[in-house]
């Protein structure tokens, strides 16, 4: 009888004993995977945060350094060859003025000019960036490093344009009013023909709108007349707009160095109050 009673304490749990068990185990992961995602996205948006502080902030010490600010793409911070290459963009210049004078010095010293930025840099990558490859290279070949983020280049000038933006004298609207750098899909559209975002390129085949005029050869990214895309598949982003996969909105860097999240539901008139820097008209209350 001790025996007998041994046995059946020690039996194995039955079939429908296992299936509660997975059930119970199902439910509680069931409801912990928002809880984890959340908390995923909200360690994302804090690294794309800060990423767009830090080239925010670059562009005070850049201004301080040289006394002017460079255009889109050109030499700085003189309209003279002074760096090493033939033309850089606004993201190359920054390289030193955000702890990457390595591959600052690597760019100079290997190419004459900025469009092959085979330099990967954390700091231009958003984690929320779901077209970004892990390695930030979305071209392997040449190698290109991509960006998920745009410069304002209504403050900074066009490309090919001599060095003339200042902080503050170019931005009379006011350094907290004017957008610097905003969130933008690193590959964008479809796959036949989808626009990657280069850090060491701008412009593209789409123009900027100024007056309700298109002019040719300007930048893709920060078109007055399209507020920043939320949330669209990588497929159905625009490329002549900012765009991101932050929920709620896009985040942007404002030239005072601070970042905000621009809403989805932001107005035209106040997203291209805000990108000029100089046209004198408050911002909504959408802002």
């Not at 925010?56 to 460079?70: E, G, K, R």
């Not at 983020?149 to 003339?164: D, K, L, Q, R, S």
Request: charge should be neutral.
């Amino acid at each position: 009888m001790p025996l007998l009673r041994l046995i059946r304490r020690w039996r194995g749990f039955t079939l429908i004993e296992l299936l509660v068990v997975i059930a119970i185990i199902a439910i509680l992961i069931g409801l912990l995977l928002p809880a984890v995602q959340k908390v995923r996205a909200a360690a994302a948006r804090a690294q794309s945060t800060n990423n767009l502080k830090q080239m925010s902030l670059a562009t005070h010490n850049m201004n301080d350094t040289y006394q002017v600010l460079p255009s889109a793409v050109g030499n700085y911070p003189s309209s003279a060859n002074t760096q090493g290459v033939t033309h850089g963009t606004v993201q190359y210049y920054m390289l030193p003025f955000i702890e990457q004078q390595n591959g600052y010095n690597a760019m100079a010293a290997n190419h004459p000019d900025s469009w092959w930025c085979f330099v990967g840099i954390k700091t231009y990558v958003s984690p929320s960036d779901p077209t970004a490859p892990a390695s930030g290279m979305p071209d392997t070949g040449s190698p290109r490093a991509g960006s998920s983020y745009a410069p304002n280049e209504y403050v900074f000038g066009m490309p090919g344009a001599a060095p003339t933006a200042r902080i503050p004298a170019t931005i009379p609207d006011g350094t907290s009013n004017t957008v610097a750098f905003g969130e933008k899909m690193m590959l964008c559209g479809p796959s036949n023909n989808f626009v990657v975002t280069f850090w060491g390129e701008t412009g593209g085949n789409c123009g900027r709108y100024t007056n309700n005029a298109q002019n040719a050869g300007t930048i893709p990214q920060f078109n007055t007349l399209a507020p920043p895309q939320v949330n669209p598949s990588p497929v159905n982003c625009n490329p002549c707009s900012l765009n991101s996969s932050t929920t709620g909105g896009t985040l942007i860097g404002v030239f005072d160095g601070s970042v905000r999240m621009v809403s989805q539901g932001i107005s035209t008139t106040t997203w291209s109050n805000a990108v000029t820097p100089a046209d004198g008209i408050p911002l909504g209350s959408d802002w």
